[in-house]
């Protein structure tokens, strides 16, 4: 059983470029959320999916766009990328209908912008 | 606004010895709290979860306290081991927010256990 994938595992952009990050979820999955974590930080919410849609938001511009596609599976979008963007972008995945469901984690991409 | 804060910030404990990792969070309306670990470069990986009803979970050596009212759960792990070593998070979400994926981070416990 396939946990959370993400791809690519490592990405090296420059300002102002564009990059899409893409996650599958564990296998009876239907939510994903997206999360952002600096170095030496914890990892703070970006937003969160399900049924195609944007649920839940956190404090993040609109540069930080996303999808979620019939199979369940993201993708994470940051337009015109800033030196500070550069940090490891997690993928986590859960089953909205369960009474408990602990999120799952990808091992995240690492986006260094230059 | 919900914080959550974790102390010590870094441990070195030697092997075999029982230890404490402490998470106090701010608002107490929380529908649950889960402790993460997570190895140099990795993802997370979920070591316990405890609802908002529940004092405390074990798994293995590991036991997790809850107190609500207090803002304040406890990561206890006993008999350390090397492979121990790595970072410990604490998340919790809020009530509101029911789905349970919209979690609230603290700065992590790295923990380093010497042979």
């Known amino acids: 059983d396939a946990g959370v994938t993400q791809s690519p595992t490592h990405l090296i952009k420059t300002r102002g470029q564009q990059v899409t990050l893409r996650c599958s979820p564990k296998?009876?999955?239907?939510?994903v959320s997206w999360y952002q974590q600096a170095l030496g930080q914890g990892p703070q919410f970006i937003f969160q999916?399900?049924?195609?849609?944007?649920?839940q938001r956190g404090n993040f511009p609109d540069r930080f766009s996303g999808h979620q596609f019939p199979n369940y599976s993201s993708e994470l979008n940051v337009n015109a990328l800033l030196l500070g963007d550069s940090a490891l972008y997690l993928c986590?995945?859960?089953?909205?209908?369960?009474?408990?469901?602990?999120?799952?984690f990808g091992n995240g991409t690492r986006l260094t912008v230059t | 606004k919900q914080e959550v804060t974790q102390i010590p910030a870094a441990l070195s404990v030697p092997e075999g010895e029982n230890l404490v990792l402490n998470c106090s969070f701010t608002d107490s309306a929380i529908y649950n709290l889960q402790w993460f670990r997570q190895d140099p470069g990795k993802g997370l990986t979920s070591l316990l979860l405890i609802q908002s009803s529940q004092r405390e979970q074990t798994s293995g050596r590991l036991n997790a306290s809850l107190d609500k009212s207090s803002g304040r759960s406890t990561l206890y792990i006993a008999a350390s081991q090397p492979g121990d070593s790595a970072t410990y998070l604490c998340a919790v979400s809020l009530r509101q927010e029911t789905s349970g994926s919209r979690l609230t981070f603290g700065e992590g416990t790295q923990l380093t256990v010497n042979p």
């Open positions: 986590a995945s859960s089953r909205r209908t369960a009474k408990v469901s602990p999120l799952h």
């Open positions: 296998s009876g999955h239907d939510t």
């Open positions: 999916y399900y049924e195609e849609e944007e649920r």
